[in-house]
Structure formats: C-alpha cells, structure tokens
C-alpha cells in the first residue's frame, strides 16, 4: 500500500537529514567530490521514487548503501565508457587537406555505396547501419531485431553480397572497394 503524499514527504526528509552525511562520506571515499555529490543526489532520488521500499529507522542506512554502490558501480562504467570514447577521438586526429581530386573521386564513391545502399530493403540497411555505423556487435543487433546472433551474420553476409552486386552493376570494378567485411563488424557476436 503506498504511503500518503504527505506521510512520503516527512519520512524522506527525516531519512535524508539521518543519512545524509553518511551517504556522502561513502561516495567521498570512493571517488572524487563532484562524482560524490552526483552520486548522492542519484541515491537519493532512487530512494525518493522508491520511498515505499526505504526500511524504516536504522535499516534505511544500510539499504541507501546497496542503492549507492549500483549508483557508483553505474558511473564507473560511464566513466571508462567516455574515457574509451576520448581515446577513440584523440586518435582519429586532423586528417590533411586532400587534393580536389582526391575529395571528387571519394565524394562518387561514397555516393555509389550510398545509392547501392538505397536499393536494399529498409530492415536491410538498418542492420547494415547498426553493424558498420553504429559498430555494434551482431549479438546486440540480433536482440533489437528479435533473433540470434548467427542469423544476424548470415543476414549481414547476404546484404554485403547484395550490395556488392548492387555496386557491380552500377560500376564495374568497384566491388573490391566494397565487398563484405573480412570480420564480425562491431566487435564481437
């Protein structure tokens, strides 16, 4: 049964001027003090939408510790997630200007990949766009779509194979450049 809005309201602001310090001292010396404060607040706010779950009295103390380590274990993985982010950009780089020609002959390619791409059924190229743009492993896509993994690799062979056919058609010679990915596509399936 949930608690009134009134009754909710009391009992979190007792709670929090009970654990506050507490909470935060845990964040504190586990990372640094914006992180701390971040955390806090998160693990308050679970403990706001979930007030009817809080155990009352000395209890509400340890269950706001459990709620604080998934909050820190969450932020430890969006850290390391931008910080392999930043690694990936850093060493991407400013690449040189090209010659006109260079950005002409790029510019027909790209656009005959793109066009070949355009003729694909649109389940297709969303598949294609997850695997090679978004990089995403194929086991990931197979649970967007809603099948397996192995019959996303099947499915991604056979849409490379269309497109490089669909390519060869509208110019001979550039299936070399656009064939089937040598590997899994995004890492893993």
């Keep these: 049964m949930l608690m ?20 935060l001292a845990y964040f504190l010396r586990r990372t640094d003090a914006t992180s701390a404060r971040d ?21 509400s103390l ?3 510790y459990g709620v604080a380590r998934r909050v820190l274990a969450n932020q430890r993985r969006s ?11 850093s060493g ?17 390619e790209d656009q005959e990949i793109l066009d ?35 019959a996303i690799t099947q499915r991604i062979y056979r849409i490379t194979r269309q497109l490089a056919g669909e390519i060869e058609r509208s110019s001979p010679g550039a299936v070399r450049r656009a064939g089937p990915p040598a590997s899994e596509g995004g890492g893993g399936s």
């Design 62 to 64: 340890p269950w706001l």
């Design 4 to 23: 009134q809005p009134e009754v909710a309201d009391q009992r979190f602001r007792e709670m929090y001027q009970a654990t506050e310090r507490d909470v």
């Design 116 to 150: 070949a791409v355009e003729h694909l059924r649109p389940e297709d190229q969303e598949i294609l766009r997850l695997a090679v743009w978004e990089e995403l492993p194929h086991r990931q896509i197979a649970e967007m779509i809603g099948t397996s993994a192995h």
């Design 79 to 89: 850290h390391k997630r931008h910080a392999a982010l930043d690694r990936k950009l």
């Design 39 to 59: 955390g806090a607040a998160e693990t308050y706010l679970v403990a706001w939408r979930r007030i009817d779950d809080v155990p009352a009295g000395d209890e």
């Design 92 to 108: 991407i780089g400013v690449p040189e200007d090209p010659s006109p020609e260079v950005i002409v002959l790029r510019r027909s």
